[in-house]
Every structure is written in structure tokens, then in C-alpha cells.
């Protein structure tokens, strides 16, 4: 009676008590332009889990929905058990000091060397004697490699170092959930596989609940457990990485197999050519 | 066309001075927790106040230069020489020091404040600050705010002493009247209360209203270097204007 | 990175103070507080039928030297003159009760302050007292006037220009 049944919990990664980040029947209008049309989504907890599509898809304005930046026009956000769209300003608050957040310029404050920019969110938040702070930072520099550059400046950082160094910012008060914007974007291959490595090493040894918003699939295939694939407003595939590859839909193919047209069409759309051209509507 | 369009302008102008009113209550509510803030308020004031001293010296010892040599020879067609001082200390407290002052503040500290937070904007630290349960109106825009207060009518006072040094070098050194007129007929004259404190309160309403707007305005750029460019320009030419219409308006009522 | 947070702090800290120090310098150099700083002063009144433009805090002066300011200025409500006090500095307490005030103007332009002629009588003021002899302010259109008048006399006999020269009459004593 007692003993929980594993398989129960690995059949239904959408129920309650196991998603971290729940989305259910999310619409979005920006401008003119339908975002989200219904999105139904579930993060499960301790797991990294991808969330891909097409450039201007709103896979940024989905995190920005999850951590109460942005309101949603409609649709319920639970981020732990907490719904979002309802916190006051306070509550949203307490809920961010428990989510670290990598920014996809790093977004590291320029007034400040490395180590203040670790140790800023302790400085704000906690009242730690110095000795603790300067601990506390340098573990996380080590675990980041970047230990020795804790005096630099943010401008005298290589894209891949300062990308790391606001990994360590982001992961200093030990967040239950990790979001991480683009993380690969502008590195090199080096730099790349040292984030990668990072993200995978963090989500082993810590048990933190990740969400990876990438492009590069050769990457998110060697990171992530589960892969969204948004696409015109919806969810248009989920499941492991490996599955969704073998999958074949038009938008699994086209997305990770490259292809410039698809559902993803390669026009913007338009008038008639033809018309456009000064032909009459209909002419040979 | 072009009568829709000015429509539209008018109502940009509007929501925009709409939109600066809402961001000074965002800020009058973020002062309170901006209060663990200090030291970054200290940082700020060191940043607009000391940093903007060398061009406030400069500036103030050659107006009060050239208002004496000005003054000097107007005065003397009417043989009131004597009053070299007075008119020289009364245009420098009362409207010369605290407008000048805040025109060249608004060119050095405003545009710096605007810059500075554009390129936060743009390179999404405030919303690092958000994500890390920071609120960047607290931590990033009231200490400007309490800052561009604070230095303004210290920054004015500076003007004004060094001002009436100039005045004096061209007045008495120079143009040889005599030492003890220029002083007399000065502290014989001016009133602490009515002309000295009335232009230190006037500046510090000018340091808040260009900190507000330099803040509003680095606040609200669109993120890209181009908004950044304009949103600086757009300080200076905005609170230029604004400086100039309020001095009149306090004028009228506090003196 | 507690070495530059201290220096900005220093910096800071030194800005303020040269603001304050600026203001505090324009004070008292610059304003009528410099008159302030007399010391102990004992008060004498005076009272002038006009007395002209003629503020609180003007200076009072002898011989050219300063030595008080004028504390206030009041309408005696039974004489129906200006009744305006002055306060002395204490380090001039041997000043004749005989001395006279007058109302001068320093230049064309510049600003009234009160002149006081120094009289013969061994007896120095007390506080409180009361100047006998005053000179009343001179108004510009009455100079003007009198000068217009003085030029006709010539030609008019000499009683008829008496009595437009009635308010000019104690200046003439005094010169």
C-alpha cells in the first residue's frame, strides 16, 4: 500500500506532484501577433527538458511567462504549486529567489568584477559575513572553472567565460529551478561543450529541475530528457530527444532536420506576386 | 494627413509626460526599500555630483567673470558701480546659478543616467535584477532619483561661490572697484532666506526633475543602441525645456 | 573591492562637504548675515517723518564706519513718523546722547543706510534711547523740486517759496 509504484510515475510525467512548471491552455497576443494558442505544457521535476521551435515562436515569452514578467492574456501557470499570474509583486519575488535564471547576453552588471556579480544576489538577499560570501562565490567560480578571474570586469570576459560566470550567478542560492535562455548562442564549439557539460553536471549532482531553451539540437540531444517542440502558437511535438528524431511529422522534419520550407514557410506572407508585379490578378 | 498626424503627436507628448508622472510614483513607492540601498545612493551621488564638479567650476568661475564685465560697464554709464556685487550675487543665486547649473547637468549627469540604463536595459540586466528578486526601480533608478536631489543644489552652490570668486577677480583685481564696496554693498543687499536658499530650493527641484526624466527615459528606450542614442537626446532637449519653464513657474510663485 | 568602495565613499563624502562648505561661504560672505555677526548690540531709536527706501538690517553708520544695523521699522501710531530701531555694537557705547541720525543714500544708485553725526554732550546713549536730532530721508523729487524752486526765487519774493520747502527745512540745519 505503501510503497509507491515506480512505474505509475514514469507513465504520467504530466500529473500534478511531479511537474515543476505546469502550463495548461496558455493564449498570448503581442501586437497583432497570436504567440500562443492554447499551449499545454508540464516540466517534470529534476529533469532537464528542452523547449524548441522556430526563431520568434515566443520561447522567450514563455519564460518570461513562467517566471512573471510578462502577463499571459490567458491560461494557468503553476510554477511549484504557485500560480503565477495571481502572486502580488511580493510573492513573485520570494518565488524568483528561487529560480536562477542564465540570460542569453549573460546580462552580467557592468559596474561590478566577477566576484560581485556572484556574490550580488547573496548581498542582496542575505546578511552573510564576508568571510561566507567570499566562500560561498568561490566554490561556485570552481565549479565554473573561473575561479582566477574573479577580480576581472565583465568586459575583459570571452563570451563563453562571462556565459559561465552568470551560470555561477545564477546557480548561487541553490535555485530549485534552473531556466536557461539560449545558452549555447555565439559560443564555440569549446565553449559549447563547457556549458553543456555544465548544465548536464548541475541538473546530476544537485537534482534541480531545468529548463533549456535552445536551437542547436546536436546539443539539446546530448542534454536534455524531454524536448517541446513549439510551433505556430501549439506544442507541436514533445517526447525524448531520441524519439522525436525518429519521429516523422512535417514539423519534426523540417525543424530538426533543417529544411528552409515546411510548415515553418520560407515566404513571409504576401499579396499576390503577380499583383505586387503590376500583372492583372489572374494573368498567364 | 498631416492634421491626424500632429493629432498623434500631441498624444505621444501627452502619454509620454502621462507615463513620466506613473514612473515618479513608481519611484516615490520604491524609495522605501531603496533605503537598504545607501551605499549604491553614495556610489550614485559620487557618480552625478563629483564627477560633474571640473565643468561646474569651470563654468561658474567664467559666467560670474563675464557677468561682471558685463555689469561692469552697463553699471558704469550709470555711475552705480558700487552695485557691481549685488546685481552680480542676485542674478547668480536667484536664476544664473541654479539654471545654468542644471542645463549643464542635465548635458553631463542626465544624459549619463539615461546611457547608463539604456545599455542595462538593453543588455537585459534589469531584468537579470528582476530574475534575481531585485527590483531595479529600488536598486537601480531611486538612488539616481535621491542623487540628482542631492547634487543638484550642492552642484548650484559651487557654481554660485565660484561665480562671485570670478565676479570679483574681474570686478575688484581687474577693473580696480574697490574691495570693501563689492563686499558691502553684496552682504548689504542679498537675503539669505529670499535669494540664496530660494535658488538652492529651486535647484534641488531641478536636480529631481532631471534625474526623472533622464531616469524615465533610460528606463522606457527600446533596447537597441539606436533607442539608446535617441533616449540620450532626447534627455538633454526635454529636460532643457522643462528646467526653463519651471524656473519661470517657481519664480512666479516663490519670489 | 573594499578599497574603491571606501575611496567613492571618501569621495563622496568630500563632495558633500565642498557643497555645504560652498553654500555655507555664500552665507555668511555674501548675504545679510554677514551683518549678523555683530556680536552684543544695545538698541536706540529714531524716528524720521520719511524714510525713504529705507530696509531692515541697512547698515548704521559713523563717520563711515560701521558700527550697527537697523533691527526694525514701525509707524508710531501718535506722531504718525517711522519709528525705527536700531541696534548698536557694543563696542561703541560712548556715543553723545546729543548725536543726530540721518537717512543718507551711498551714490546716485546705491542703497539708504542710517548716518549718525556724532554730537558734544559727555553723557554717552543708554539702551533704549531715543535720538533727538534726526534727518529725514532725501527724496529725489523734493531735491528736484527744491532745486526748481531755489532757481525761480530770483524772480518771486521769498516768502512765497516757504511753504513747499516746509519739509526740507530740518535738512538745512544739518548739513
Known amino acids: 500500500m505503501n510503497t509507491p509504484n515506480p512505474s505509475a510515475s514514469i507513465e504520467s510525467p504530466g500529473s500534478t506532484t511531479d511537474a515543476y512548471v505546469q502550463i495548461r491552455g496558455l493564449h498570448t497576443v503581442l501586437g497583432d501577433k497570436v504567440l500562443f494558442d492554447g499551449v499545454d505544457l508540464d516540466i517534470p521535476r529534476g529533469k532537464i527538458t528542452a523547449i524548441m521551435g522556430p526563431s520568434g515562436t515566443g520561447k522567450t515569452t514563455l519564460l518570461r511567462h513562467i517566471t512573471g514578467q510578462l502577463a499571459a492574456d490567458a491560461g494557468e501557470i503553476r510554477v511549484d504549486d504557485k500560480d503565477v499570474p495571481r502572486l502580488s509583486r511580493k510573492q513573485l519575488f520570494d518565488l524568483r529567489e528561487g529560480i536562477g535564471y542564465l540570460f542569453q547576453n549573460s546580462a552580467l552588471l557592468t559596474d561590478f568584477s566577477v566576484f560581485e556579480n556572484v556574490a550580488f544576489p547573496l548581498r542582496q538577499h542575505l546578511r552573510l559575513p564576508e568571510e561566507i560570501v567570499r566562500n560561498i562565490v568561490l566554490t561556485r567560480l570552481q565549479a565554473v572553472g573561473l575561479r582566477g578571474a574573479a577580480e576581472l570586469m565583465p568586459a575583459e570576459l570571452s563570451g563563453g567565460m562571462a556565459r559561465r560566470v552568470a551560470l555561477a550567478r545564477a546557480m548561487i542560492r541553490d535555485p530549485g529551478l534552473m531556466i536557461y535562455d539560449e545558452p549555447f548562442v555565439g559560443l564555440d564549439p569549446i565553449a559549447l561543450n563547457q556549458v553543456l557539460k555544465l548544465i548536464r553536471t548541475l541538473n546530476d549532482t544537485l537534482g534541480i529541475t531545468s529548463i533549456l531553451v535552445a536551437h542547436e539540437f546536436a546539443a539539446v540531444r546530448r542534454a536534455a530528457d524531454h524536448v517541446y517542440l513549439i510551433a505556430g502558437g501549439k506544442v507541436a511535438a514533445h517526447g525524448h530527444p531520441d524519439e522525436l528524431a525518429e519521429r516523422d511529422s512535417p514539423w519534426t522534419r523540417q525543424f530538426f532536420g533543417g529544411e528552409a520550407d515546411g510548415p515553418v514557410p520560407f515566404e513571409y506572407p504576401a499579396r499576390d506576386y503577380a499583383v505586387d508585379l503590376g500583372f492583372p490578378a489572374g494573368a498567364p | 494627413m498631416s492634421g491626424s498626424r500632429r493629432h498623434s503627436m500631441i498624444g505621444d507628448a501627452l502619454a509620454q509626460v502621462g507615463a513620466a508622472g506613473l514612473f515618479l510614483f513608481a519611484i516615490l513607492a520604491a524609495m522605501p526599500k531603496s533605503v537598504r540601498h545607501f551605499r549604491e545612493t553614495l556610489r550614485q551621488i559620487w557618480f552625478v555630483g563629483a564627477m560633474s564638479l571640473v565643468i561646474i567650476m569651470t563654468c561658474g568661475l567664467f559666467v560670474g567673470m563675464v557677468l561682471s564685465l558685463q555689469l561692469y560697464y552697463t553699471l558704469a554709464k550709470f555711475g552705480g558701480t558700487a552695485a557691481l556685487g549685488t546685481v552680480v550675487a542676485l542674478s547668480l543665486f536667484r536664476e544664473l546659478g541654479p539654471v545654468v547649473t542644471a542645463l549643464l547637468f542635465a548635458g553631463r549627469a542626465g544624459t549619463s543616467m539615461t546611457a547608463e540604463i539604456g545599455l542595462m536595459r538593453a543588455t537585459d540586466q534589469l531584468s537579470a535584477m528582476e530574475m534575481m528578486a531585485v527590483d531595479p526601480l529600488a536598486y537601480v533608478v531611486a538612488p539616481r532619483f535621491i542623487a540628482g536631489i542631492v547634487a543638484m543644489p550642492l552642484l548650484a552652490c559651487v557654481f554660485n561661490a565660484l561665480g562671485i570668486l570670478g565676479a570679483h577677480a574681474v570686478g575688484v583685481s581687474w577693473l580696480g572697484l574697490d574691495n570693501g564696496t563689492f563686499w558691502g554693498n553684496m552682504s548689504s543687499n542679498v537675503e539669505v532666506w529670499s535669494d540664496l536658499v530660494n535658488g538652492v530650493w529651486k535647484s534641488a527641484a531641478f536636480g529631481a526633475v532631471i534625474a526623472l526624466i533622464a531616469t524615465f527615459q533610460g528606463y522606457t528606450t527600446p533596447p537597441t543602441s539606436e533607442g539608446v542614442a535617441y533616449a540620450t537626446t532626447r534627455t538633454v532637449v526635454s529636460s532643457s525645456i522643462v528646467v526653463l519653464a519651471l524656473d519661470f513657474v517657481m519664480t512666479a510663485f516663490l519670489m | ?175
Open chain 3, 1 to 175: 573591492m573594499t578599497q574603491p568602495r571606501r575611496s567613492f565613499q571618501v569621495g563622496t563624502g568630500l563632495f558633500i562637504l565642498l557643497g555645504f562648505a560652498a553654500l555655507a561661504y555664500l552665507a555668511t560672505q555674501t548675504t545679510s548675515v554677514a551683518n549678523y555677526t555683530e556680536g552684543d548690540s544695545y538698541t536706540l531709536k529714531a524716528k524720521f517723518s520719511n524714510i525713504g527706501q529705507l530696509k531692515q538690517r541697512a547698515p548704521v553708520k559713523l563717520a563711515g564706519v560701521r558700527i550697527g544695523s537697523v533691527k526694525s521699522i514701525a509707524l508710531d501710531p501718535q506722531s504718525l513718523e517711522a519709528l525705527v530701531t536700531i541696534g548698536i555694537d557694543t563696542r561703541f557705547k560712548d556715543i553723545p546722547d546729543d548725536s543726530g541720525a540721518a537717512i543718507f543714500t551711498s551714490g546716485l544708485l546705491g542703497d539708504q543706510y542710517v548716518g549718525v553725526q556724532p554730537g558734544g554732550s559727555p553723557v554717552a546713549f543708554k539702551d533704549g534711547d531715543e535720538f533727538i536730532l534726526t534727518q529725514s530721508s532725501m527724496q529725489l523729487e523734493d531735491l528736484i523740486g527744491k532745486f526748481l524752486v531755489s532757481g525761480d526765487t530770483p524772480k518771486k519774493p521769498a516768502n512765497a517759496a516757504t511753504p513747499t520747502t516746509d519739509d526740507v527745512e530740518p535738512a538745512a540745519k544739518n548739513p
